[in-house]
């Protein structure tokens, strides 16, 4: 069953892709460095967590999607995306034991998912803005 559902995913993951990809992770990772940098001296605290959860999303945005969402650039690691994702998370504990519901809030309006949860309408926007750039 494992080998069945991966089947697809393999050739984003053949030795020849991962290494076409080390340079996009070097340019990344030194954007990141850089960032750091800015922070050097400030006393300001640098959210590890965010900062790096905005290293991962920019990777795998340019390589799934061909387009970087930037989110290193933001000028405190998009703290608000490291939010949304733990709504997503916290969401698939429950449409794991309720999957029907899957189905409603991917037909509900963005904006009564906004009234519901802020962080999850992050995601569901992103969801939406994925789906139309590659149809």
Not at 65 to 78: P, S, Y
Request: net charge positive.
């Amino acid at each position: 069953m494992h080998r069945l559902r991966r089947a697809p995913l393999n050739p984003f993951f053949s030795k020849q892709r991962v290494t076409k990809l080390q340079g996009l992770v070097w340019d990344l990772s030194d954007k990141l460095c850089a960032r750091f940098e800015e922070y050097r001296g400030t006393g300001k605290p640098v959210l590890i967590r965010s900062a790096y959860s905005c290293l991962s999303t920019d990777t795998i945005t340019t390589y799934a999607f061909d387009r970087c969402w930037n989110l290193l650039d933001d000028k405190e690691f998009a703290p608000w995306w490291n939010k949304s994702v733990a709504a997503l998370a916290e969401s698939g504990l429950y449409m794991r034991h309720v999957p029907w519901l899957i189905r409603i809030v991917n037909k509900m309006p963005l904006s009564l998912i906004r009234v519901l949860s802020r962080d999850f309408a992050t995601i569901m926007q992103y969801n939406l803005h994925v789906r139309l750039s590659h149809p």
